[in-house]
């Protein structure tokens, strides 16, 4: 059974940094690109990263977050730095066969919560 569990949200203060960690179960994560995606209350879903035979990020979090996967956990985690407002929102992380450039998901997550807040 495919499964995809986040953890690792919760209330920071700007400029502070979280780490998500998104575990996999019922597939192996080499074989698979993997996305995190976030929406926030009245806005439409972003795609926000993706790993999988490349990395990819939107512009709106270019350089302040990365992305990284642990084969042997069968993990991939988002490392978020230099966090914004703007940045609240659920985040999940989300299984995509047939790989980055394409927008199809077929496994999500829960969804975590972040909030950035002073």
């Known amino acids: 059974q495919v499964q995809l569990v986040e953890s690792g949200g919760g209330l920071v203060q700007p400029g502070g940094s979280l780490r998500l960690s998104c575990a996999a179960s019922?597939?192996?994560?080499?074989?698979?690109?993997i996305g995190w995606v976030r929406q926030a209350p009245g806005k439409e879903r972003e795609g926000v990263s993706c790993?999988?035979?490349?990395?990819y990020y939107a512009d709106s979090v270019k350089g302040r977050f990365t992305i990284s996967r642990d084969s042997a956990e069968n993990t991939v985690y988002l490392q978020m730095n230099s966090l914004k407002p703007e940045d609240t929102a659920v985040y999940y992380c989300a299984r995509k066969p047939l790989g980055c450039r394409r927008e199809e998901y077929d496994y999500w997550g829960q969804g975590t919560q972040v909030t950035v807040s002073s």
């Open positions: 019922g597939f192996r994560l080499d074989y698979y690109a």
């Open positions: 790993s999988g035979s490349g990395t």
